[in-house]
């Protein structure tokens, strides 16, 4: 469990905040954007990323439909105003108004009186959970539906309904908000995070407002690498940014898809599919020095937008950071994914997380030993201490040996801890040390 | 245990056959060759072959005594018409003619008197199990003796004993039996079998009879690979068609000798000297995903005639299947290995094991994806589920994300099932939808 | 526990010596060099050279003070002929005279009066272990001081208190002990050991003692390899070496670094840095196969001058063989570590585990099976049975099969071995049986 006042202190920034600030500021964001109806595409997509336009200056991109990505065409956009059901009295017994989730998501327009027989073809519900509206979309086969809880479903009557949905199909535009924070290389940290979802808060409302805090921490410095953030919706999207900008890509070298974070859940890190990337390393790494229980998961094909990110024609370095996988907790995809089910210090917990892998990536240099025929003399330096002969004189020492000795250009500060078994501050405070000594270097010695 | 109805089709055939006729068939063939006492050369060998043309058209090689085949000399070809030990009564207490066991195999002619002190420097007998014959051979040392229960050697008087042996070692052929079947391609599988053994069911009438019906149910095929059978004398046997046959040795992709295949013992793999052969990954695959436990043990220099296919000069990827290994179960060498000792159901299951390796083999192949930069869009071509969002739809489609996601040209088919923990069969039908819509392809896409 | 008649034979030598000679041969010179005072540089060290002197023709080495060696410089020389405390009453209540451990290592000169306050910013003490002096440097701060017991420390009045140091710190030499055994070979098996340390037996008199002995049997031979020995100051003295010897240290293929091998406790073998050398392998291989238990632990950038023969800029297949590694146990840098602590059946025990290596090591070769393609024919050449067919046959040919399978020009004998299951020797012994039949060859065949 996470010290509420515990500060924290983000890499190369000048800016300290607190555990608990954070934790609200998560949560705010999300109860700002928990009553939008989200879809993969239209006016609640944009308004959720001019929302996050408060807190960062992301750019929102337009792709026209009909765009051809790769294997796909971006579809009509799609928007919705209202939507119910009414019974033969002409009472409203399911109302868009009620619940985004209500709508099967892409529905249709339809306005027209039928039986309850016929009605049901066109219901969602969840016996095992009588009182949760299941979410349900049908993006690519055109229809129309409702999702109600089971329990509502059971009460119906045998009598003609009142079925009627304003929405709209039309060409239009798959929006995605992009933020790109420049840093030292043009090598890129990709954070990705799919926004299409109505009012779920963990899958994805959770990913969404922690890439926005990381990113608006982010730029206020200038990092070793240069940071590209997704918000976009879920597989057209990814589809979509890496078919319009496959010139970027090979800039892309670590990266990390973020949803689920907000639920009480153990840490799971699913590994790309290269499987030892460094980023893969150094989440594990920060999980597994965490003190909760975690989960590495090898790389399947099936999730978020990894499986575009690590399809074989691209097999970027990108994983996935989650607390409960989806499909995991049945509150997934249902009505009780709500705000009661995302709780600020998980919030807070995952952003810390995600910080330290940041932390290490931005931190885990190579470097050379300028002194590589033997030890350099460290006591003439003032590094070592100058009576020898006790013998837990190495216990201040070692960390320094390590890097002096592993640094040949081949091991990197995380491998150096690894191998000995140290921590990863230690040893980057070995090495800082060292280079302040000038006996470290970032380039092959000639 | 084999269901006795259960039907069985192998690859690319029409036919269909049921496990109870291929159990009978095969049995009756052990059946046929158990009385001929074969040796390394000679009458007995030949008249083997000739048995097995019956089944499949395959040549008969004969090679003359004195040629030279690597370090070794093709040698005088073996016969024996009659032997016996009479005692001084003039009763055959030992005779050749109820039991092939009773003369060391290549023993030279003899026609004397002897005493029993003098007799027994030639006697043979297993003290452990009284009752059994020894098998015995004198190959490469110009001997004679006889093999006897040590029942019947405990009984033995001291009288004088007159000693016969009807045999002729003269210059003559070294003949074995060669079946080619011609697949798709010209890269080839070695089935290869010791045919030298005399009345020894399961070491190796086992393995020569289900040789014989893999061919057989084969040649009614046109494989991917070419196939090429062996019936051989061990050792000088494998060693003479490689000699004769170097041209032909890269052809060889994959083998497996077949031997001691009739008892009820669990199944062994003996892997090839590579260790990681694609003969080796597909045999402890369906050795380790049948309902038996199975051992897959390591190759090493001892055993069949693998030891020539994986000398260090040739190192071919020929593993060796086995029911109980050779010299494991004490019916082994001895008359205990009879017509008892093999079992219909146990030569059937066999036989299938070894089909479903080669059935295996014979579609584990390389594809690449079409399209490998995104997933291609499934749903458009009816082969993903068209509603999402609710959370068991992965079920169904998993096999078809891994072959498309691992089908880079660096996995097969089995490599992507191990990696997927799914069978091969499923990924392998999920291979042939992708084919079936023009996803994946043989070839590297340009 | 060795045999104390045990005979030994050390490879290729024609003499042959037991056990309990060579235990009291080692003991003898450990009891002969305990009360030298050494340091690493001075009068001392050279008359520990000149000890070994007695029994192998080493050269000793001189590099002048102020010699540039890396990113060292080679120190003044230290030597000091009386030290002592006198209380108040000139009683001497701390004498040089009775212990070299009394006296801080490199204590510059000093006379005059102090009060006990002052004073004890001088002393060094144990407090866990209040009857032992412990051992203390100061090469390079130059300053002085002097240890004591506990107990003693705890009398000590507050009085006024004589304190003089007769040393002198001046320009002079470094010396060190090198001795040269040329082999069939110019590539070279290093033998190193640190010889700084004054009263201490296990650390480091055993590791001299052994490794002078070893030199003493070796330069009766004519090893395989050549053989350079060093009996060198710490740190300084293989930097030294290093610096000053670099073209030879390509021809470095093998090393240990000897030290604690004196005490009772088990065996432990540091790996070199990479981890997999050859000298890793054997070292593991005789250890695991000696009746005690053992420890072999990774390669750490702390320890004795495998520190510096194993710094990246080198690299060197060096490990470092131990019993009871330095610091682990009390009597580590202290007056305990005395002629009580290290007992003859150890050291002699060490010798042999040390002497089984080079066996090992010397006879490690690669061959080429000259037949590679199939089995030559063993029988005609009188190495395999004659009569085949009986089961247990394989027990005395397994290791000439092992040989020839996997004499490929991959596998040395030792990999053979361990593949094979079989012990060196009897894969050895093989391996001579080949080779007298002109089965196998050094050079691969054309």
């Not at 009472?91 to 309850?116: E, G, M, R, T």
């Not at 990092?223 to 970027?248: C, D, H, M, V």
Request: hydrophobic letters at 35%.
């Amino acid at each position: 469990m996470l010290n509420n006042n515990q500060s924290v202190i983000d890499y190369k920034m000048q800016t300290t905040f607190t555990t608990s600030d954070i934790a609200e500021d998560i949560y705010q964001l999300i109860t700002k954007l928990y009553p939008i109806c989200r879809s993969i595409t239209g006016n609640g997509f944009r308004e959720t990323l001019k929302i996050i336009q408060q807190y960062i200056p992301l750019s929102i991109q337009q792709v026209p439909t009909g765009t051809e990505v790769f294997d796909w065409i971006v579809p009509k956009e799609w928007n919705i105003k209202e939507a119910y059901i009414k019974n033969s009295q002409g009472k409203k017994i399911v109302d868009f108004a009620n619940s985004n989730l209500h709508i099967v998501n892409y529905s249709i327009p339809v306005h027209q009186k039928l039986s309850l027989q016929e009605l049901k073809a066109h219901l969602f519900t969840l016996a095992d959970y009588p009182n949760w509206i299941p979410y349900r979309t049908s993006y690519y086969q055109e229809t129309w539906g409702f999702c109600l809880s089971h329990n509502q479903y059971l009460e119906l009557k045998d009598e003609e309904y009142e079925v009627f949905i304003d929405s709209s199909l039309e060409p239009g535009h798959l929006s995605y908000g992009e933020y790109y924070i420049p840093g030292d290389s043009t090598d890129e940290v990709l954070i990705s995070c799919h926004a299409c979802h109505p009012s779920l808060c963990n899958d994805n409302l959770s990913g969404i407002a922690i890439a926005t805090f990381i990113a608006k921490y982010l730029s206020q410095t200038t990092p070793r690498y240069s940071y590209r953030f997704l918000w976009i919706p879920g597989t057209i999207g990814s589809i979509t940014w890496l078919a319009l900008n496959e010139t970027k890509v090979n800039n892309i070298k670590h990266g990390l898809v973020l949803s689920c974070l907000g639920d009480s859940g153990n840490f799971t890190y699913k590994k790309s599919r290269i499987g030892d990337a460094e980023i893969d390393k150094v989440a594990a790494y920060v999980l597994r020095n965490s003190k909760r229980n975690c989960e590495i998961i090898d790389f399947l094909p099936y999730g978020y937008d990894e499986r575009q990110y690590c399809s074989p024609g691209f097999n970027l370095a990108v994983g996935c950071l989650m607390r409960s996988p989806h499909g995991t907790f049945p509150e997934y995809h249902t009505s009780a994914d709500d705000l009661n089910f995302v709780q600020p210090q998980y919030l807070a917990e995952s952003f810390l997380q995600c910080n330290s892998m940041l932390y290490i990536l931005n931190n885990n240099k190579i470097y050379y030993n300028k002194n590589s025929k033997c030890e350099p003399q460290l006591g003439k330096r003032g590094i070592y201490r100058a009576a020898g002969g006790h013998k837990d004189s190495e216990l201040n020492e070692m960390a320094i040996l390590w890097v002096l000795n592993l640094s040949d250009g081949h091991h990197s500060l995380l491998d150096i801890a690894e191998r000995a078994g140290m921590s990863f501050d230690v040893i980057k405070y070995a090495a800082d040390t060292l280079l302040t000594h000038d006996l470290l270097i970032s380039e092959k010695p000639k």
